[in-house]
């Protein structure tokens, strides 16, 4: 009896857990962690999987002094610019997510993170996380347990549309965290898939919460190819968002590309350093 009351107040204790933010939506996780075995788990340490993905990536500038605040002691902001930061935003639309090889279906992502140097010298690219969101409930409650800024979030969008030959308009809409959403929209050229592939490439994403230390979230993404996003604005429908940025839109001048990815294999560690 003890045991059967405990699996089944677990998966409200686990949104519990990783809500209470008077935001709609986390309650709606409570049905789907129940459907799986990994609810059972109490293990910080966790991996998930990303396949067969349709994805845009930005990197653009914010203002060095709105930024910075925002990433804690122990890590080095990149000023790539006089007072200026790296910001990237990153939407995935993938055929299928999965944690540690629960509940696998298809699912959309997104993060907000700040370019940073790599705290343990490893990884292609490194980036101080400040948003994650997801359609996958359980990905969005084990980050959440961690004390990453992560929501689930079930009203996410990634469309293409109006496609025409390689030409296309993309239009994303990250409507949580609430201060921190965002929409994508623009023209694009769409990846040739019959092209080759760029090598293995590791995108680090960190977050410092008070009862795990530092979390790496380790992107390890395999056959990616690039297309071309030049076009493609970010407007900041958060207010929170528009304070960081200094503007309600940010335009990507360094790298703005639609994307087309076979895998990604995410290994999330606690303690990381």
């Not at 490893?122 to 969005?140: C, E, K, M, S």
Request: glycine share 8%.
């Amino acid at each position: 009896m003890r045991k059967s009351t405990f699996l089944t107040a677990f998966p409200l204790m686990l949104v519990t857990a990783c809500g209470s933010t008077g935001e709609p939506g986390d309650e709606e996780a409570a049905p789907e962690i129940a459907a799986s075995q990994e609810a059972t788990s109490v293990s910080p340490d966790f991996a998930a999987r990303y396949l067969d993905c349709e994805e845009f990536a930005g990197v653009g500038l914010a203002p060095f002094a709105s930024v910075a605040p925002l990433v804690p002691d122990g890590y080095i902001v990149i000023e790539a610019a006089p007072g200026m930061a790296i910001v990237v935003a990153q939407s995935a639309d993938c055929a299928e997510i999965s944690v540690n090889g629960h509940l696998p279906r298809p699912g959309i992502f997104a993060q907000l993170g700040v370019g940073v140097v790599p705290p343990t010298g490893a990884g292609d690219r490194n980036f101080y996380q400040i948003a994650f969101a997801t359609t996958h409930p359980l990905l969005a409650a084990r980050l959440r347990l961690l004390g990453v800024n992560a929501r689930y979030t079930p009203f996410m969008s990634y469309e293409i549309t109006n496609i025409s030959g390689s030409q296309a308009d993309l239009a994303i809409s990250v409507p949580r965290p609430l201060g921190l959403a965002f929409d994508l929209d623009g023209p694009i050229t769409l990846p040739d898939p019959s092209t080759p592939s760029n090598p293995l490439t590791t995108f680090n994403y960190w977050h410092q919460s008070a009862s795990h230390g530092n979390i790496l979230q380790e992107n390890a993404v395999t056959g990616i190819r690039l297309g071309e996003g030049s076009g493609v604005t970010l407007t900041a429908v958060g207010d929170d968002l528009e304070a960081i940025l200094g503007s309600p839109t940010l335009s990507f001048p360094f790298f703005s590309s639609p994307e087309l990815f076979d895998e990604a294999v995410v290994t999330v560690q606690t303690d990381a350093f």
